[in-house]
């Protein structure tokens, strides 16, 4: 998936957003000023927008057999073709009803983190103390205190007493960020179908988390993940793994809400840091009052709202087009529908390889060991609901995905003649769905707030998701670790973890003005967390499946593993940006363009679409460094053994192995202790 980021002129926006006394004030004030603007102006903009509109569909209904010219009115009965400009600022009419869609989700997400945050949680406090012993969490590994409905316990995974469907949608509306739910179409666009293909191994990584990963989690009860690795191998090993969730932590959190920032200026005209504060801080008040159930709940709705939005765009955008055969037949004509590259070359974007081993491998990370995931997971009551989540779960993410493809199949066929990436009506790559969203849906109102709050609830329970894990990261791997001689007490565990998610969502609203600069924003999201997560995927194979493995080798091979994975990504996104090294678009046309653009802006643009063949390892494809990283820190921490010594495999806890390896151990622990008969 990769999505373009040209840089826009944003620096004299960003002095004088952090010059200003208050940050979010100044947003607050500056979007309240927007409203009234549009709300003056939208009689006039949606009569043009309807015009526009109706000129729009008539010309993509029809077969395209010449050139139609989009008019602005005149005196005379002459017509003239719209500028960039003109048609990009016709296309942004937001008007009142939008907003109030928009902030009616944002009300909606802060009064379920306010009802249980306060009202749910003043209810528990007076039924405290009538639960029979019975009802009470089971047994396990995650200590004595945690077991007596403690703070951290309702906190950060509901006392483990939560539902699977909602569960299981709060899963899908994390799992899609804004940026997946933008980029695949956008990926559709531009590189064809091959993507959709990766859906097959969803399928196949669950099957893996089933049978390995999900039986030893569940058994441990952890709260975080990285406390499998004290307990595996060492302290250090524990402090390794946090460390590096919360480095790719501070890196996702702004990205996570850029995209949609962007969709939102793409609409509306507002900047993109004047949106991001207020809906940073929004989602920070009721992830920090709400807890894991606030977050639960609030995906719910969201994901909601993600489907909702994603069915009416596809059903008025086919009909637009003139049905489905319309959509099939110019994707096929433009080369969309195509299959994964038979190939094997590391270095194919989207090759056999690269979508199903490499795919795999990339999912695998996502519903296996991440912390985000896990910890969803362990707030429900036992492995059967475990399981019923990850297929309720699994069916859920398939159908969304394949929305995604769908609409970027839609949107190609809208513009299959006239590309707005080449002629500039769409200055980056994240603003190509939301562009053919307002025409699609700009003639009735409340349809592209509602297609926002879509892209930004999708952006929410990403960010809510991350600033819950990191509160249970911080608090389990670096807070408690250094207070076991005096203990935490329930006010200072609440302080703390509260603390955590103020202060990672302040942080995230100026990180915002790094991860602009940055270029591929899409591609640089599923980088960062490959080349983190490879190695950490690494850990967590040789732990439950090679018991002879040992602490130092761990170690060593993990350290080696992921400076390896981060020369690799960081030279792939220098040659990204750089441009010494792209993969090859399809091809795009603006034989049919209705408006005046710049025609160099075509003929520079040529190149992307010439043959490009990579020589380098960090030419390869982003989808194999999950896979890479993984292998290379399994291969090196077996190698190591020959230095540092094979571990005892006796000496490792059963309940930290995969269960097949358990009962392989059993099986050979009871043939070794059998006593020949002498005669």
């Known amino acids: 998936m990769s999505t373009t980021i040209e840089e826009e002129g944003t620096t004299m926006a960003a002095a004088e957003t952090l010059n200003t006394p208050s940050t979010v004030a100044n947003a607050f004030v500056q979007t309240v000023q927007s409203i009234i603007s549009s709300s003056t102006t939208s009689k006039a ?10 000129t729009t569909t008539a010309s993509t209904a029809a077969p395209a057999t010449g050139t139609t010219t989009l008019s602005t009115p005149s005196s005379s009965s002459m017509t003239e073709k719209l500028s960039v400009s003109d048609l990009s600022s016709a296309l942004q009419h937001f008007g009142i009803v939008d907003y109030l869609v928009f902030i009616a989700m944002l009300v909606v997400c802060a009064v379920i983190g306010f009802y249980f945050g306060f009202i749910e949680k003043k209810k528990k406090k007076k039924q405290k103390g009538q639960v029979s012993a019975d009802e009470k969490d089971g047994p396990g590994a995650a200590g004595i205190e945690e077991r007596r409905g403690s703070e951290a316990l309702d906190y950060l995974v509901g006392g483990r007493k939560m539902k699977v469907f909602p569960v299981s949608l709060s899963l899908v509306a994390s799992f899609v960020s804004g940026i997946s739910l933008l980029g695949t179409s956008t990926e559709i666009y531009v590189y064809g179908t091959q993507y959709a293909f990766i859906l097959i191994t969803l399928a196949i990584s669950g099957l893996i988390s089933w049978y390995i990963f999900l039986p030893v989690f569940c058994n441990l009860q952890l709260t975080s993940t990285y406390e499998y690795f004290e307990r595996r191998f060492s302290r250090r ?29 793409q609409v509306s005209g507002i900047g993109v840091h004047t949106i991001t504060p207020i809906v940073i801080v929004i989602c920070t008040f009721y992830t920090t009052v709400g807890g894991i159930k606030g977050v639960v709940w609030t995906d719910v709705v969201q994901s909601v709202i993600m489907y909702g939005s994603l069915v009416i765009i596809m059903i008025k955008g086919t009909l637009d087009l003139g049905g489905f055969g319309v959509v099939w037949q110019r994707n096929l004509e433009g080369g969309r529908l195509n299959v994964p590259d038979w190939s094997l070359d590391p ?26 995931t896990i910890q969803r997971f362990m707030s ?22 394949m929305s995604c493809v769908y609409v970027g199949l839609v949107c190609y066929a809208t513009y299959y003649d006239c590309d707005p990436m080449t002629t500039g009506l769409a200055g980056r790559r994240d603003q ?15 349809l592209p707030g509602m297609f926002v709050s879509a ?4 952006a929410l329970s990403s960010l809510s998701t991350l600033l819950n894990s990191l509160a249970a990261v911080i608090l389990e791997d670096f807070a408690k670790p250094h207070m076991r001689n005096k203990p935490m007490t329930e006010q200072t565990v609440a302080v703390t973890m509260r603390l955590v998610v103020i202060i990672f969502g302040i942080c995230s609203i100026f990180m915002v003005y790094v991860v602009e600069h940055l270029g591929m924003v899409l591609q640089l999201s599923a980088t960062l967390q490959s080349s983190l997560y490879g190695p950490m995927l690494g850990i967590f194979t040789v732990g439950m499946l090679m018991p002879w493995v040992g602490e130092k080798s761990m170690f060593l091979s993990s350290v080696l593993s992921f400076a390896v994975m981060a020369w690799i990504t960081v030279n792939a996104q220098i040659a990204n940006v750089s441009g010494s090294f ?59 053994t020959f230095i540092f010594g094979r571990q005892d495999v006796n ?3 059963p309940q930290l192995l995969a269960p097949f390896v358990q009962r392989l151990m059993l099986k050979n622990s009871r043939y070794q202790t059998v006593e020949l008969r002498q005669f």
């Open 380 to 401: 429900l009551p036992s492995l059967k609901h475990i399981k019923q989540t990850l297929f309720t779960f699994s069916i859920g993410l398939i159908l969304l995905y």
């Open 651 to 653: 000496s490792v806890d």
């Open 237 to 265: 090993m524990r402090i390794f793994g946090a460390s590096l969730f919360v480095l790719k932590a501070i890196i996702w959190l702004p990205i996570a809400v850029y995209v949609p920032a962007l969709t939102f200026n």
């Open 582 to 640: 792209r993969h090859t678009k399809l091809p795009v046309s603006v034989e049919h363009c209705d408006y005046e653009f710049d025609m160099s802006r075509y003929l520079n643009s040529t190149a992307e679409y010439e043959p490009h063949s990579g020589s380098s390892v960090y030419h390869m494809s982003f989808l194999l460094y999950t896979l890479t990283g993984a292998s290379l820190n399994i291969v090196l921490s077996n190698l190591a």
């Open 432 to 446: 190509l769905v939301p562009l053919m969203v307002m025409r699609v849906l700009g003639v009735v109102p409340g």
């Open 45 to 54: 903009t949606t009569t043009s927008a309807a015009a526009l509109a109706s």
């Open 455 to 458: 892209v930004f609830s999708a």
């Open 347 to 372: 270095t194919v974007r989207m090759s056999v390889l690269s979508v199903f081993v490499g795919g795999t491998f990339f999912k695998l990370q996502n519903t296996s060991i991440n912390q985000a």
